[in-house]
């Protein structure tokens, strides 16, 4: 089972930091691309609050939305 569940879309600078950050740090991750697919984009919206924004991680219980690059 994957560590984390990541929603992402095509040529998205942010969703590409948001992977090098969590393979960098060893966590796994299952990707969604929500252009591509309906039901996780309707996942996706679910869980953030209607925020059509990517990506949205997901690891256990916690939500966050875009990505910093910290």
């Known amino acids: 089972m994957d560590d ?3 929603y992402t879309k095509r040529g998205c600078p942010y969703c590409g ?3 090098t950050d969590l393979l ?3 966590i796994r ?3 969604h691309d929500v252009q591509d697919d309906p039901a996780a984009l309707r996942q996706m919206l ?3 609050g209607n925020r059509r924004q ?3 991680i997901v690891q256990g219980d ?3 939305v ?4 910290h």
């Open 17 to 19: 930091g948001a992977k």
């Open 24 to 26: 960098r740090r060893g």
């Open 4 to 6: 984390v569940i990541i």
């Open 62 to 64: 916690q939500v966050t």
């Open 54 to 56: 990517v990506p949205t």
């Open 66 to 69: 875009g990505f910093g690059g």
């Open 29 to 31: 991750y299952t990707e």
């Open 46 to 48: 679910a869980l953030n």
